[in-house]
Each structure stands twice: as structure tokens, then as C-alpha cells.
């Protein structure tokens, strides 16, 4: 009978004298451990903008847009519709694209308050002949270091890899494209044309 109530005693005093679970946040500073699953971090040297992580996030609380005028895409993610599930991070396919930080606090005063959102910007191959989106130009580096040297066997992997040794201009858009135009940076409806429609048309 008196048994429990003497465990709570003990239990009363070994919290009287321990050190507090609460902490004192916003008060003081509180880092949590470094195991804790916060806001996610782009790291803009290891991402290439493939948009994987937009794909796989369960919220969709990354965005991507693809300005074709300035050719960047922008990956933006919401924190406010992030739940900080962590599957981005796992399924991003250089594995250090975007890592969770242990930063967790989302205080702000307004909804569109800037440290609510996430950004990182990628440089965009645009198709030399009708403008489309082809990837990240990042992403096609890291296609061509995959692939090694069969790499070269494919006009947009070797333009690419040239790109990095020499600064030649891009061609201008043409209404048709003919098989002259194989060693061209173009997507992939349009090398099908180059390729395929040209042989038989
Ligand atoms: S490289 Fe990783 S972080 Fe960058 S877009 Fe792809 S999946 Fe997302
Ligand atoms: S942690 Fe989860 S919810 Fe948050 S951005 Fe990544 S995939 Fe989406």
C-alpha cells in the first residue's frame, strides 16, 4: 500500500536535485542533436537540379521553376509544408544535395518571411533548336562522370564536357533540323527528328 507512494517520493526527490529536461528556448539558444531531422539544407556544390528530391517529397513542398529566358532552374522547398520526413535527402541521387540540418525553429512573423523558404539555383541546357528544357547542365556533368568514356557517344554529354575547356556560343534556333545538326545541344524530341524523322521524311 505504501509502497508506491515512497517510489514517487524517491522519484520527487531525484528530480529535485537532477538537471532539468525542459530547456529554456527562446530564452537560450537551443541546439539540438546533431541526429535530429530539421530543416533541409541545399548544398548548391553537390547539387546538380535534377529535381529528384521535388519527385519523391510526400508534401510537395519543393518547387521547381524553370526560367527559360535567364536558363536557371530554382528549386525552392517550403518549410511550411515540409515535414522533415527525410526522403529527399535519401533519394537525392548525389546523396549531398540537400541534407536535413538540426535547425529547427520556424518562428516568424509573416508566412512569406524568407527563412521560411529554401532556394538553390542551377544553370539550365536549353535545346538549340525549339528552346525546350533539356536538364541542369550540372546534371548532365554528372550523367557524363557516371558514364565514363561511352559518355561521348551521346552530342548533348560531349558538347558539355566541352563546354568546360572552351567557351563557344550556342547556335541559333532553326524551324528544321536536319541530321547536319547531330553535334547539337538539343532534347530529346528533337534529336528523335535528327535521328529517325530525317531518315524518313
Ligand atoms: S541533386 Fe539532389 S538536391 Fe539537387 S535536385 Fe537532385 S535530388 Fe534534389
Ligand atoms: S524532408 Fe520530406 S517533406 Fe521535407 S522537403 Fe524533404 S521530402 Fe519533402
Not at 16 to 22: E, I, V
Not at 66 to 72: A, G, R, S, V
Not at 104 to 131: N, R, T, Y
Amino acid at each position: 500500500m505504501f509502497l508506491p507512494k515512497l517510489r514517487e517520493v524517491k522519484e520527487a526527490l531525484g528530480s529535485l536535485f537532477s538537471a532539468p529536461y525542459t530547456t529554456k528556448f527562446p530564452a537560450i539558444p537551443f541546439e539540438a542533436h546533431k541526429a535530429f531531422r530539421g530543416k533541409p539544407r541545399y548544398n548548391e556544390n553537390y547539387c546538380v537540379g535534377c529535381g529528384t528530391c521535388a519527385q519523391v517529397c510526400p508534401t510537395r513542398a519543393i518547387d521547381i521553376n524553370d526560367d527559360k529566358k535567364t536558363k536557371i532552374r530554382t528549386l525552392t522547398v517550403n518549410y511550411l509544408k515540409c515535414m522533415n520526413c527525410g526522403q529527399c535527402e535519401e533519394k537525392c541521387i548525389t546523396e549531398k544535395g540537400i541534407v536535413l540540418s538540426n535547425e529547427h525553429s520556424l518562428a516568424v512573423m509573416q508566412k512569406d518571411d524568407p527563412a521560411l523558404f529554401e532556394k538553390v539555383d542551377k544553370s539550365l541546357a536549353i535545346c538549340e533548336s525549339c528552346g525546350d528544357v533539356i536538364a541542369c547542365r550540372d546534371h548532365l556533368v554528372w550523367i557524363k562522370d557516371k558514364l565514363g568514356a561511352k559518355a561521348y557517344s551521346h552530342p548533348n554529354l560531349l558538347l558539355e564536357t566541352q563546354r568546360h575547356f572552351t567557351d563557344f556560343e550556342e547556335s541559333k534556333t532553326k524551324s528544321i533540323i536536319r541530321r547536319e545538326d547531330q553535334i547539337k545541344l538539343v532534347c530529346p524530341r528533337c534529336r528523335h527528328k535528327i535521328v529517325v524523322a530525317d531518315e524518313f521524311y
